[in-house]
């Protein structure tokens, strides 16, 4: 009920403003011209980088992009990535209380690692080399309050960013020295006992140089008593979990810029209980955990030559490490403890570098060339058990592959700009493979735009998939796997409307051959990964968006998408066929104080073990309040408010078939700048 | 009751959005890109110091725009604005030979092909050239906005500024990116 009080609220709140604005703005708004040049040069007009690797303006991107800011993250209390991404267009989250999965376009199979998502930080690539995963929930590798925008690309990136630019690339732009110009300190409190603080500082000097640190620290106890029904056995504490939803992490993060260099640097530690008892674990056992750390240092060059020329370089150093304990029941009359700790390790170490040109010539013309190679002096995987004779397993690789690319973007004919682009990507594993991706973009006018666009990406097999097994007792390696391949074929329909309203009509229709998936080979019976699968989907999406100065803003979206295994015929599971999202803030005191509401809706889902999981509805509240006293912003936030009990598929290394999710929870935010 | 509340919600909020009230679509949060970049316009009038003559024209300072005009009617929010006593006209000009009156000459990105030949005409004549394109400052255009993480930002050729006799106070320089002439003679300024 409360809701629409809200809407009302707000066409009140214009209204009220209208009269004031009749009586005291006569004509078009006049107020920018009061604005001194520092004031002007921090308001924002929207472009985006991601899709074609240098700045453009929304409408001329080759894809459909959405962009968050810093200021939507504050304003609807975002905790983790992951809360993010799931309010954007299409994209839907889920958690298994160890990671968070994105499901992007109908596609997020339970037990995947993000593998076909590419995240980026500052354009320096992300996903890591041993998996190939984007680490989206509080495993995130950089602090959230350090983000300035999230680029979403959707559609197949393959054609500039190589592999698991599949379905999208995510593109996150850090803060910098300039949006700081000092201290910060950020302090919360949340719900099971989560608190988080941060100390930032940042300047930019008048010489030039600029620089951000920061240092953040999280630690939260968890829901302490987790009841699953598939342990409730007096033998297994009656399927209550306690204390074992912990989480902690840490975040070093450092950045300095000198006239054409930037240095970054940060590293990432996050810690999680695992209370399900996944992979066959002891249920109730507190030994069960899972570690993620990564580091990296990127020293990036940009500078802007004559003749329009834009030159990038950059090389980087990347380490991931990812440990856990598995507890498991031991075999005392075989000499091992009771609990048999069984103990996972990987470790990957990669260089990579890349250098690219832009250059554009008369009228929109522009042309891209770039070289990527990336080396892997490290991969290291490690299965083995404490006190036990069991074997273990250990695999210790190194590789390369290297990429060249080019992109064009042509004005075919007035109003008509073609935008294609292709490159070559060569693995040692598979050899080599060719991806290209061609839009056309059609502008008849200032405020409309269509685009076609047609893209093909891969994903390689990671090392997991090729080398991983356990003694050949239960898996073998999967030795000969070749990319994954994707073809899409999208349609967007872009407009403004007047100058405060922007909407969005997409169709996509994609195929994926040669699927990487666990399969049984009938001759031995041992499991391995093949390229076996086929799918097929196809979808609409719808959104509309709008701002407006009394500080009003939102944006509401409807997906529809349908996935069909190809073997099977069945739609894939942890695939929503309707997905809604609707996110608002209004101003309840001017440019002070301000609440951000945000509904989400998704469709039954089809679990592992093919029964459906019920659709359900999460509405998020967040009061935010900004310079009540300078330099000071408050929050206080609601998440699902009316404490709906709902779930997420699980992977096929849970009994459960469905892991339930968190219900109401709530979280304080202070955060002081000086 | 509550299915109901959240159905409404969703299928009210599109027209919601479409139908509020009329008034907020002038007053939108995020302004036009060119209503920023005209504000800027009207701002660099108070830190840019013109030679005495060769322009003439009392009580109006003319702003003209050479091209495709990218501003439409965003350049109203500074169109007969006062400026250091003086009034700011906006004229939208064909070609470089109508620019005599032009105190501030904006050289739109259609003219990308003709900068070499505008720039010859415009030389030496005090007249303040004004860029939205790529590479335009590197060419000898004295002020050149680009975008830089979603925000207007502008840079400033000091050589060309020189030759045209321009004082450009040390507050605009400080806030604008410092390039050179692409020419193989000049050597460092600034940074």
């Known amino acids: ?674 | 009751m509550k299915k109901i509340i959240l159905f409404i919600l969703f299928f009210i909020s599109p027209f919601y959005i479409i139908f509020a009230p009329d008034n907020a679509r002038s007053e939108e949060l995020k302004p036009g890109e060119y209503q920023v970049k005209a504000a800027f316009l009207y701002n660099f009038l108070k830190f840019i110091e013109w030679p005495e003559g060769p322009v003439k024209t009392a009580d109006a300072v003319t702003l003209c725009i050479l091209g495709e005009d990218p501003f439409g009617r965003d350049i109203d929010i500074i169109r007969g604005k006062a400026v250091r006593d003086r009034v700011l006209s906006v004229r939208n000009i064909g070609s470089v030979q109508e620019a005599g009156e032009c105190r501030i000459l904006f050289i739109s990105p259609s003219e990308r092909k003709n900068i070499a030949h505008i720039l010859e005409k415009a030389r030496g004549s005090g007249v303040v050239t004004i860029g939205d394109t790529e590479g335009f400052a590197q060419q000898g255009v004295i002020i050149n906005f680009f975008l830089e993480n979603d925000r207007v930002r502008f840079e400033i050729n000091i050589e060309a500024a020189k030759k045209a006799d321009l004082q450009i106070s040390s507050k605009l320089l400080k806030l604008a990116r410092i390039v050179e002439n692409t020419g193989p003679t000049i050597t460092g300024t600034g940074r």
């Open chain 1, 1 to 674: 009920m409360g809701l629409i009080f809200f809407l009302l609220f707000c066409n009140l709140f214009l209204s009220i403003t209208k009269a004031d604005a009749g009586d005291t703005l006569p004509g078009p708004p006049s107020d920018l011209t009061k604005l001194s040049l520092e004031e002007l040069m921090e308001m924002r007009v929207e472009t985006v980088y991601g899709a074609s690797k240098y700045e453009q303006k929304l409408t001329e991107a080759p894809s459909s992009v959405s962009i968050v800011t810093s200021d939507e993250i504050k304003k609807y209390g975002y905790r983790s990535f992951a809360e993010v991404l799931r309010s954007i267009r299409g994209f839907q989250t889920t958690n298994d209380r160890n990671y968070s999965y994105l499901n992007v376009r109908g596609f997020g199979l339970p037990g995947d690692y993000n593998s076909r998502i590419l995240l980026l930080i500052d354009g320096h690539r992300i996903n890591d080399n041993i998996y190939n995963a984007a680490a989206l929930g509080r495993e995130f590798p950089l602090e959230i309050d350090l983000i300035d925008r999230i680029e979403v690309v959707r559609g197949p990136g393959s054609s500039l960013y190589g592999s698991n630019a599949f379905f999208a690339v995510i593109n996150v732009i850090t803060r910098r020295g300039r949006d700081l110009k000092g201290v910060e300190v950020s302090g919360e409190a949340g719900s099971f006992s989560s608190y988080k603080g941060r100390l930032s500082y940042g300047n930019t000097f008048d010489n030039g140089p600029e620089m951000l640190f920061s240092g953040s620290y999280y630690d939260s106890k968890g829901n302490r008593r987790l009841f699953y029904s598939e342990f409730d056995d007096p033998s297994t504490n009656n399927g209550i979990a306690e204390d074992l939803d912990y989480e902690r992490y840490g975040n070093l993060f450092g950045e300095m810029t000198f006239q054409d260099f930037t240095l970054q640097g940060n590293y990432n530690y996050r810690k999680k209980g695992v209370p399900t008892a996944s992979y066959e674990t002891l249920f109730n056992n507190s030994r069960f955990f899972t570690v993620d750390e990564q580091f990296w240092a990127d020293l990036k060059y940009a500078h802007t030559y004559p003749e329009h020329l834009n030159v990038l370089a950059r090389v980087n150093y990347n380490y991931y490490k990812y440990y856990g304990d598995y507890p498991l029941e031991g075999d005392p009359a075989a000499g091992e403890p009771e609990v048999l700790i069984n103990k996972d390790y990987t470790r990957g170490e990669w260089f990579d570098s890349e250098l690219q040109f832009v250059k554009s010539f008369a009228d929109r013309n522009k042309v891209i060339l770039g070289a990527y190679l990336q080396y892997d002096p490290k991969q290291v995987q490690r299965n083995f058990y404490i006190n036990s004779g069991r074997d273990g397993f250990r695999d210790k690789r190194n590789s390369h592959n290297w990429a060249l690319y080019t992109q064009g973007e042509i004005e075919m004919a007035h109003n008509l700009v073609l935008n294609a682009g292709l490159r070559y990507d060569h693995y040692k594993t598979f050899g080599g493979t060719i991806n290209p991706r061609a839009a056309l973009i059609y502008s008849p006018f200032d405020m409309t735009a269509f685009k076609l666009v047609y893209g093909r990406a891969f994903r390689a097999p990671n090392v997991y998939e090729l080398y991983y097994h356990d003694g050949s007792n239960t898996q073998k390696p999967g030795l000969d796997l070749e990319p994954e391949v994707i073809n899409t074929y999208e349609a967007i329909y872009e407009q403004y409307l007047g100058e405060n309203y922007r909407a969005t009509v997409t169709g996509f229709f994609y195929r994926i051959d040669d699927l990487i998936a666990l399969q049984t080979d009938s001759s031995d019976g041992l499991l391995v990964f093949r390229n076996v699968d086929e799918v097929e989907a196809k979808g609409m999406e719808f959104e509309l968006g709008g701002e407006w100065k009394c500080g009003t803003e939102g944006r509401v979206s409807y997906t529809f998408q349908e996935t069909e295994n190809r073997q099977t015929g069945d739609v894939l599971p942890n695939s929503a066929k309707h997905l809604a999202k609707l996110n608002v803030v209004l101003p309840l005191i001017k440019d002070k104080l301000f609440l951000g509401l945000e509904e989400q809706y998704t469709s039954r889902r089809r679990n592992v073990s093919g029964d459906f999981t019920g659709g359900f509805f999460i509405t998020n509240l967040t009061f935010f309040s900004r310079d009540l006293t300078e330099g000071l912003e408050l929050s206080a936030s609601v998440y699902n408010v009316f404490d709906k009990k709902y779930v997420d598929p699980a992977s096929e290394t849970h009994r459960q078939g469905n892991i339930e999710q968190d219900g109401a929870t709530g979280r304080v935010k202070a955060t002081y700048k000086f």
